[in-house]
């Protein structure tokens, strides 16, 4: 397989492709095989399917909070790392030639200075509203967005992912970092390619997916 690079320039084009494509992208992984805890794998099959529409969440206070902190985020990594490149193609959809339905768009997309290894870039914003919420971030990610990193380095084939986050609380912000070679984790890649196949033929065949394995 090899990596292919759809451009687009705009937004309106861009869901327009996604829909046409009928597949998972990062945002999807998690809850196609049941590990999302904002959309259950029933849902995302409901909308996949054309039974009901997806949400529009782009005015909602959360999500606009993130469109306004990636691009000041996306900087801020750059500062911090000058041993990549970063770019940043906001409505390009990659995916490997034989899998089109598995793709990605990326927050940003990294090359090594040194090495010339190519990389993801996954950049979110988290509001810590209980003690419990630091934990989620305590020497790991949670499950949606690890297994939305993971859904990337497959889509692209690239070599490695960091993925960098606004923690909020009140008016105290802390930013992390977390560094994911894909050699580590080639072993959970291909069982969330397998699962999100698997969901996949519940959304082609119209049949609803049965409770989730997990990952």
Not at 96 to 111: H, I, N
Request: charged content about 30%; overall charge negative.
């Amino acid at each position: 397989m090899s990596l292919e690079i759809l451009h687009i320039e705009n937004r309106e084009d861009w869901l327009r492709e996604r829909e046409k494509i009928r597949g998972i992208g990062g945002s999807d992984a998690a809850a196609a095989i049941g590990m999302s805890k904002r959309k259950t794998m029933v849902q995302l099959w409901q909308e996949k399917t054309g039974r009901v529409k997806p949400k529009d969440l782009s005015e909602v206070e959360y999500v606009q909070m993130g469109v306004r902190t990636e691009g000041p985020m996306r900087d801020l990594f750059a500062a911090l790392h000058p041993e990549y490149a970063v770019e940043h193609r906001p409505f390009d959809i990659y995916h490997q030639s034989e899998r089109p339905e598995l793709f990605a768009t990326l927050d940003g997309e990294l090359t090594d200075q040194a090495t010339g290894d190519k990389g993801v870039l996954e950049i979110k914003k988290f509001d810590v509203q209980r003690k419990e919420d630091w934990k989620l971030w305590d020497n790991r990610v949670p499950d949606d967005y690890f297994c939305q990193v993971l859904h990337q380095l497959n889509a692209t084939g690239y070599s490695f992912a960091w993925l960098t986050v606004l923690l909020r609380q009140q008016t105290q912000c802390t930013i992390r970092e977390y560094y994911f070679p894909r050699e580590e984790y080639a072993d959970d890649i291909q069982e969330l390619v397998r699962k999100e196949l698997r969901f996949l033929g519940y959304v082609n065949s119209g049949r609803v997916p049965p409770a989730p394995l997990r990952l």
